[in-house]
């Protein structure tokens, strides 16, 4: 019986090592956001356990420099490179149709892409680019690959949240920041949006055998802080403190292959051990509420 009580949060940086031996051999993995930080280091990990790992970039010449760098560390790694820009609606479809033609089966889907503190912008529909990249984005990515991964089935997803979610409220009078912006809080908003999504999601994927769990990484220090020159100063002073993505990676890991965790679904995790959730994290009135405005938003039925 796999314990479910969340363990005291671990006070070394480094945090916990998913001591998994699984192969991947014949799975196919697709990570967002894999040409940097956790996302390479994910996807390194996970081709160096046999998997084929396919890489979803918005920038697809870093997306190319970090794949040639996995195949450096690892020659067998079968790793490759999509254009995928979750700040854009018509990509996401565009990624998923092209995906769907080509690729026959997806075993782990890990939506590692994200904006963190940056100035108020919209995404190419009009979203505010929080809530537009961290959520939207990736709520409309995984109803397109939903299907083919309860073909594939056994299968799961892994959505990186924050611990941020804690101080997050979801604004659904002001879902996109018009009213008043400040960027810590649209973050917070976003990273809330995850695990409401990963709770609800959960719930409908019941007796698919496929699951989903979000994780918090810890505080990594990557390069998600970019737009943020206070939060950039404090990353480099208080970097001895801070997890090396190879070190933050471990949690998305862990969810993606640890065998304890094959019937686990709807969970919240960091160092690789479930972690508290914030009362409105727990929401099941909130996760509905949130899974339709999303629908409406992208003009889509996911029932």
Not at 10 to 23: D, N, R
Not at 130 to 145: A, D, E, M
Request: hydrophobic share 40%; aromatic share 6%.
């Amino acid at each position: 019986q796999f314990n479910l009580e969340p363990k005291p949060h671990m006070t070394h940086a480094a945090g916990a090592q998913c001591k998994s031996t699984v192969c991947l051999d014949g799975k196919t993995v697709l990570i967002t956001g894999a040409n940097t930080g956790i996302g390479k280091e994910t996807a390194l990990d996970l081709a160096m356990r046999g998997a084929r790992v396919i890489m979803a970039c918005r920038d697809v010449e870093k997306g190319e420099e970090a794949a040639a760098s996995i195949r450096a560390a690892y020659s067998k790694a079968q790793v490759e490179v999509r254009e995928l820009d979750l700040a854009d609606t018509c990509s996401i479809r565009a990624f998923a149709q092209i995906f769907l033609k080509e690729v026959d089966q997806l075993h782990i889907l890990i939506t590692n892409a994200g904006v963190m503190m940056c100035p108020y912008t919209k995404t190419i529909d009009g979203f505010e680019m929080h809530i537009g990249v961290n959520h939207l984005g990736h709520f409309l990515l995984t109803s397109l690959l939903i299907g083919l991964m309860k073909r594939s089935a056994p299968a799961r997803i892994v959505v990186v949240s924050s611990l941020a979610h804690n101080f997050g409220w979801i604004r659904f009078h002001d879902f996109h920041s018009q009213g008043s912006y400040n960027s810590g809080l649209a973050y917070c908003q976003s990273k809330l949006a995850n695990v409401l999504f990963t709770r609800e999601l959960a719930r409908r994927l019941k007796g698919t055998n496929v699951t989903v769990n979000s994780v918090h990484p810890g505080t990594v220090n990557s390069d998600l802080t970019r737009h943020s020159t206070l939060m950039t100063i404090c990353f480099t002073v208080l970097s001895m403190f801070l997890k090396t993505p190879q070190e933050g990676a471990q949690t998305s890991i862990y969810c993606a292959v640890a065998e304890e965790l094959h019937s686990i679904s709807g969970q919240h995790f960091s160092d690789c051990a479930p972690a508290f959730v914030a009362p409105q994290g727990r929401s099941e009135e909130t996760a509905r509420r949130l899974w339709d405005v999303s629908c409406e938003q992208l003009g889509i039925q996911w029932d």
